[in-house]
């Protein structure tokens, strides 16, 4: 039982970050970074993870103007070798993690029939078994600490079957139903795992399959009729990651637009 009552903490205190380090797989990216950002805002030290170093330089730099800390950790995310690295060096720095976002993804427009086991492969290595592997790795160091919060991003592809992604879409799929079994295994040891499942953010792994017949069949099915912004992924990231959510675990958070409650 938490010491804590509701009546003795304000707003602020429940979804402050202050003190905690949180690891961004996927951090120099469009909707990753905002969420990075918005955690620094709310006081946590923050490690971007990437393979872009000019892309993180900005990510760093918006963070540091607005007077959060963050720094940047290279890392091949499908090598268990360097995701093992990468969470020692993270601990050597800060002493623990207690919040990791698992980000990092692809996106593939190829007609079903056409797509290669190699294609397949490398889809799932990046989408899925590298958020397996990176929740074993700093899953492990959670539960030796006592506790931690795992934000696995999902798709809204994930949920409603979408013409143009199905690699990708059945890859989201996986991750969706990995975050719950793990919400489950681990819930009593203070380990909470949930997924945020963003609707149409334009990004740089989507942009390509965003067609004008494409946008207008989304427009159509998403009630507030506009894509949404990085920015709006900050509040539920907020809450996942902080004590505000602390009785939340194995939940799926729909940033859509009303997407999935429109489509049949």
């Not at 970074?33 to 892309?55: C, P, Q, Y």
């Not at 979408?162 to 989201?172: D, G, I, M, P, Q």
């Not at 507030?224 to 959510?245: D, Q, V």
Request: glycine share 10%; aromatic share 4%; proline share 3%.
């Amino acid at each position: 039982m938490h010491a804590w009552c509701v009546e003795a903490m304000t707003p602020a205190d429940l979804f402050s970050l202050a003190g905690k380090t949180a690891v961004v797989i996927g951090g120099t990216g469009e909707l990753c970074g905002a969420m990075a950002a918005g955690m620094a805002a709310a006081g946590a030290n923050i490690v971007l993870v990437g393979r872009d170093a000019a892309k993180a330089e900005k990510r760093l730099a918006a963070i540091h103007a607005a007077g959060g800390r963050a720094c940047f950790e290279a890392c091949e995310v499908t090598s268990r070798a360097a995701l093992s690295a990468l969470a020692d060096s993270v601990q050597a720095r800060g002493g623990r993690v207690d919040i990791l976002v698992n980000g990092a993804g692809v996106n593939s427009p190829t007609p079903f029939l056409e797509i290669t086991e190699e294609e397949m492969d490398r889809i799932i290595s990046i989408n899925l078994k590298a958020v397996m592997v990176a929740c074993q790795v700093f899953g492990a160091r959670m539960l030796a600490s006592g506790g931690g919060s795992i934000i696995n991003l999902g798709s809204i592809s994930g949920i409603v079957p979408l013409s143009r992604v199905f690699t990708y879409s059945a890859t989201k799929a996986a991750v969706h139903n990995l975050s719950k079994n793990l919400a489950r295994e681990w819930a009593a040891q203070g380990v909470r795992v949930n997924t945020l499942i963003p609707g149409f953010f334009p990004a740089e792994q989507n942009r390509k399959v965003l067609t004008p017949d494409r946008v207008d069949s989304i427009m159509n099915r998403t009630p507030m009729k506009r894509f949404g912004e990085a920015r709006e992924l900050i509040g539920a990231t907020l809450l996942l990651a902080s004590e505000a959510g602390s009785f939340i675990t194995g939940s799926e958070i729909v940033v859509d637009g009303g997407f999935a409650a429109m489509a049949l």
